[in-house]
């Protein structure tokens, strides 16, 4: 992403807030994708065909302003991803939590 940005001198614009409004919009395009589908019939269908297809488009554009943002910020996504899971798995232990939907605190 890095070079493709500057390839294109886009960096100028690839501020935190242009990439988080930027990578919002991708998620407001991929949610709405899924808006009006039926909770319990929508994975099927975005196994297959147009919208199978769109859902790969969006979930790339989620994917390459994330991995963006991490770069101009400085932050190692895997690295962080691995800290935030292993503090996941202490809050929420598996013999504890097993089938059920964690409460917010």
Same mark, same amino acid.
């Given at each position: 992403?890095?070079?493709?940005?500057?390839?294109?001198?886009?960096?100028?614009?690839? +501020?935190?807030? %242009? /990439?988080?409004? #930027?990578?919002? *919009?991708?998620?407001? =395009?991929?949610?709405?994708?899924?808006?009006?589908?039926?909770?319990?019939?929508?994975?099927?269908?975005?196994? =297959? *065909?147009?919208?199978?297809?769109? #859902? *790969?488009?969006? /979930?790339?554009? $989620?994917?390459?302003? /994330? $991995?963006?943002?991490?770069? $101009?910020?400085?932050? +190692?996504?895997?690295?962080? &991803?691995?800290?935030? /899971?292993?503090? %996941?798995?202490?809050?929420?232990? &598996?013999?504890?939590?097993?089938?059920?939907?964690?409460?917010? %605190?």
């Amino acid at each position: 992403m890095r070079a493709f940005t500057e390839e294109r001198d886009w960096a100028q614009f690839h +501020d935190p807030k %242009s /990439l988080i409004l #930027a990578l919002t *919009g991708e998620v407001g =395009e991929l949610a709405e994708l899924f808006q009006w589908l039926p909770a319990d019939t929508a994975a099927n269908r975005a196994h =297959e *065909g147009h919208l199978h297809q769109r #859902a *790969g488009e969006e /979930l790339a554009d $989620v994917l390459l302003y /994330l $991995v963006r943002l991490a770069d $101009v910020l400085n932050i +190692d996504l895997a690295e962080a &991803a691995h800290r935030k /899971l292993a503090g %996941s798995s202490a809050r929420f232990p &598996a013999q504890e939590v097993h089938g059920q939907a964690p409460e917010k %605190s």
